[in-house]
């Protein structure tokens, strides 16, 4: 069973664009959802993260959208940079229990020039 | 996530051998997570440990398969007689406090089985 479900697969933009990722989940017990970033060969990274109780949250280009009711998240990237080509996951834990991360498949994206 | 170092970096082992992999968690972290990833495939929880103790081991193969995380060094994840669907990249990830949130992985270790 597939509890975390991300779309698209994968993605192009052109470098200034904007690029979007959604997440859907279906354990109404998760409330935290981070995403990370990742490079070939290398470990993710945690890129942003957010908790129920806010419906967006924004760092730098990065901004994830919430919809609780919808159990939906989103990422954007703004201004899209060649240097953003990774493939990107979102997530999400429980805090009641071992807090394990479910991951969503990954999207990969490419930014061209 | 430098600060989570995992080794080896590639393992090759044959059917039927042990893979040993290791991972030291971030100074001051005392809580260790081991994730798979298949190729094309997010990440899949194994388990979870404190020092000297497993938290949760659902997400680990019922046989061939145990983690340790000694009160000294670092955590092991040992995979006896593998096969070659054992072939995947194994992550693990620390945390200062219990919970997946500020945690961070290491490079990961990629296993092939030939």
């Known amino acids: 069973q597939q509890q975390v479900k991300q779309s698209p697969q994968s993605l192009i933009v052109q470098k200034g664009g904007i690029s979007i990722i959604n997440c859907a989940y279906e354990?109404?017990?998760?409330?935290?959802f981070p995403w990370y970033q990742q490079f070939p060969g290398k470990g993710p990274a945690l890129l942003i993260a957010?908790?129920?109780?806010?419906s967006e949250k924004k760092e730098g280009r990065f901004t994830i959208s919430f919809n609780k009711s919808a159990k939906q998240f989103s990422l954007h990237i703004m201004d899209s940079q060649p240097g953003d080509s990774a493939t990107y996951f979102c997530?999400?834990?429980?805090?009641?229990?071992?807090?394990?991360?479910?991951f969503g498949k990954g999207t990969k994206l490419t930014v061209n020039p | 996530n430098a600060g989570v170092m995992q080794n080896p970096r590639h393992l090759v082992r044959r059917r039927g051998q042990e893979a040993r992999l290791r991972c030291s968690p971030m100074?001051?972290?005392?809580?260790v997570y081991w994730y798979r990833q298949l190729p094309e495939e997010g990440l899949k929880f194994m388990v979870y440990l404190q020092k000297e103790n497993i938290i949760d081991e659902s997400g680990m193969p019922k046989e061939r398969f145990s983690a340790e995380f000694p009160k000294e060094g670092p955590s092991i994840l040992r995979i006896q007689q593998v096969v070659r669907g054992d072939s995947a990249a194994y992550f693990c990830?620390?945390?200062?406090?219990?919970?997946?949130?500020?945690?961070?992985f290491g490079q990961g270790t990629r296993l092939t089985v030939v």
């Open positions: 354990n109404t017990a998760f409330d935290y």
């Open positions: 957010i908790r129920p109780d806010v």
């Open positions: 990830a620390s945390s200062q406090r219990g919970g997946n949130t500020e945690a961070f």
């Open positions: 100074k001051g972290h005392s809580h």
């Open positions: 997530a999400a834990a429980s805090q009641g229990g071992s807090e394990k991360l479910v």
